[in-house]
């Protein structure tokens, strides 16, 4: 029968653009492919800066969870890179490039088994499979230090972590005081959030500075500030979450008198209140007095007079620093303070640190907290420099918990590619031909390392390869790129170490990504949902998973799949989209 004449089911709205099978998964492929080229110039200790520029701020940073989260990616099946290199931000801290590279180098060297028709669940199976290998094989060759050696080798952690950043030159400056930072945290918790990191702009990046303690920026004040004392020592700390000043009425309050007598008795009310409060605080003996809620003029010049400094507004971390520091508990009323709850430290002072003022908390004796001062000559100078020191004190963070490292400057990378294509002759069928594509795919990282040096990376890649192909034990084992002497060398016995920890989650989430993109055969694209103000429903792309968003979203995403659906990054294969199923039956 003519298929004229066969009836037709119409399956979804009039307008929805679907994109399936082979075609689908190639054009995923080729779009995180797009995301590693823009990021792999950012690798390692010569890896280039990327300005993103978003309309009202211009950030400058190689980092990569940075970068990833700037730019603007409509492409649904994209975005699963940069959900990887934020969770290895989370997670580790350094390794985000590396991440997002070596889940692009695996799906590239699974595109030609998708091209020859090779099942996608099949292909699956093998990189979990080679994942759980290599996995394997990270925890058997993690080495660890003890006692004394095991500060060398957390400042060697912290050293690499710094050596791909702005502040490389100064590591030998910033690697020791990031580990003396986390040292300070309680070994329990290690909650990096307790080290403050204060930005202030002027004076060289050498004077920066580690407080072990408590220095936050000076708060707003009032007339009487200037008459209190900036210098104390063995105060008492008094922190409060209460209001110290006088409160005017609301708007629509009214007081009805008969007397005018009775006024003033009502203004006295208020004034006592006021007073009994600021005596409650002289009363407990405190010398310094914090509060997360406004202090004011009356209250400042009260204190001032009896030689009390004070300060209202400090802000919650702050204020919880301080606390985690000098031992004294945050208060809500000032009734019944007990010497229990007031704090102390060996020295308070007011300092001025380039154009500001700031307050510090030093010799505390419950420090489980720390504060460092970065200075710099410009704003973007001082951004990166905070995100290059929490990187560092994220991987010794993840270092001081698993006490394991590995060589870095592709070391690792290497040998696990060995180890897999030894492995890879030991099976048969097509499990051996993904495992050997999984070890190709670590030599990307090694490859980039040269490639942004400058060096021959052909060459590199050939030395190393024999050099871990004839490896005897640990001789051999270590060799990486050497982007100093644009070379190889064993780059454990150099100091370049990374936290087992942070290729054991990069290597992971790398692997599940890749695993994630694979398996989706079908994307639909709602226009319905990408409407501005239209609630969310069905399978919708735009900003929020689908709901309302800019008016332009419809065309960024259309563009984002190659102009004509999924099947537009094919180059043209493939049709527009399927709205219909026609054949006998309407099957």
Known sequence: MNSAFQPQIILLREGTDTSQGKAQIISNINACQAIAETVKTTLGPRGMDKLVYDGQRTTISNDGATIMRLLDIVHPAAKTLVDISMAQDAEVGDGTTSVVLLAAEILKECKDFIEDGLHPRVIIKGLRESCNIALAKIEELGVSQENEKFRALLEKCAGTALNSKLIARQKHLFAPMVVDAVTYLDADMCDIKLVGIKKITGGSVTDSQLIQGVAFKKTFSYAGFEQQPKHLKNPKILLLNVELELKSEKENAEVRITDPDQYQSIVDAEWSIIYEKLDKCVESGAQVILSRLPIGDLATQYFADRGIFSAGRVGNDDLDRVSKA??????????????????????????????????????????????????????????????????????????????????????????????????????????????NAYA???????????????????????????????????????????????????????????????????????????????????????PQSEKPGAASQGVGLGPGGGGGGRGNTKRMVSEAMGGRGMAGMMGGRGRRGINSFKGKGGA
């Open 440 to 526: 190709r795919a670590f030599e990307v990282i090694p490859r980039q390392l040269a490639e942004n040096a400058g060096i021959d990376s052909t060459d590199v890649l050939n030395r190393l390869r024999k050099e871990h192909a004839t490896a005897k034990g640990d001789e051999g084992r270590w060799f990486g790129v050497d982007v100093l002497n644009e070379g190889i060398c064993d780059t454990l016995e150099s100091g370049v170490w990374e936290p087992a920890a942070n290729k054991l989650n990069s290597l992971a989430a790398a692997t599940e990504a890749a695993c994630c993109i694979l398996s989706i055969d079908e994307t639909v694209r709602n």
């Open 326 to 435: 000098t031992g004294a508990a945050v208060q809500t009323s000032v009734f019944g303070i007990t010497e229990k709850v007031l704090g102390l430290c060996e020295v308070f002072e007011e300092k001025g640190l380039g154009d500001e003022r700031y307050n510090f908390f030093t010799g505390c004796p419950k420090a489980k907290t720390a504060t460092i001062i970065l200075r710099g000559g410009g704003e973007q100078f001082l951004e990166e420099t905070d995100r290059s020191v929490h990187d560092a004190l994220m991987i010794v963070k993840r270092a001081m918990a698993s006490r394991k490292v590995v060589a870095g400057g592709g070391a690792i990378e290497m040998e696990l590619s060995h180890v897999l294509r030894m492995h890879s002759r030991t099976i048969l069928g097509k499990q051996q031909l993904i495992m």
